[in-house]
């Protein structure tokens, strides 16, 4: 058990000298952040997801036969977002290769300007969202989750992928019995789980008060966090490169 906290307060206050430098408890933000989102699409925006596309592929499916309150328009379209998204984190990745502080600090930047798009969507309209109102925030919201899939995917940070958690679980269950040996970082596993079970949780008693309460909370962590690592991405840092 001491193991274990030792662990969990290293990835929330890395130590001098770590690696990964202050990444880890800011993967750990944006994993909140897309619990936070999951809660806004399925609740809020009819069954649809824009940062889960496991989940989406399945929907298209079940759509597609004909399944009752899915719409496969709405799976297209976010599938589509996101992946324009992931697109323009991949150019991301190549223009800030040799900073990952930089890197995240810019996703995170582009990130909120999406987030504040879509929140100024959710103010101008009425709540249950329109049909425009709702594409707009579909696009909007996928293209963030992409981007930021595909710069969380650059970085490199073992069991902080911030959208997936099958492998993380798998992990944390395979690693752990006689045959897998010790589990190499339990905590942050768990920790990326209760983060994103806490966005979800969050997020689903926010949208008791509305869409904008959900997003605007979303957006005040992303520009927390990209200005935070802004700050702390000096050139010199040794946790710039990835190991």
Known sequence: MRALLADA?????????????????????????????????YLGLGRVFVANMTGNVVF????????AGLSAFASVVSLAAFLAGALTGGRFGVRFAAHRGRLLSSAMAVQAVLFAG?????????????????????????????????????????????????????????DSGPAGGATPRPARRILSVLAMFLGALVGTLLLKVGLSLVLGVALALLVAGSLALWRLSVPEAGWATRP
């Open 118 to 174: 879509a929140l100024g969507a959710t103010l101008t309209g009425h709540e249950p969202v329109g049909s425009a109102v709702r594409y707009t925030l579909i696009v909007l919201l996928g293209l963030a989750m992409g981007l930021q899939n595909a710069v969380a995917r650059r970085l490199g940070l073992p069991d902080l992928t911030t959208t997936v958690l099958t492998g993380t679980l798998t992990g944390l269950a395979a």
């Open 60 to 67: 298209l499916g079940f759509a597609l036969a004909g399944a």
């Open 9 to 41: 307060a290293r990835t929330l206050v890395p130590p001098k000298g770590d690696r990964h430098g202050p990444l880890p408890p800011l993967m750990l933000v944006l994993t909140v952040v897309t619990g936070l989102v999951d809660a806004v699409s």
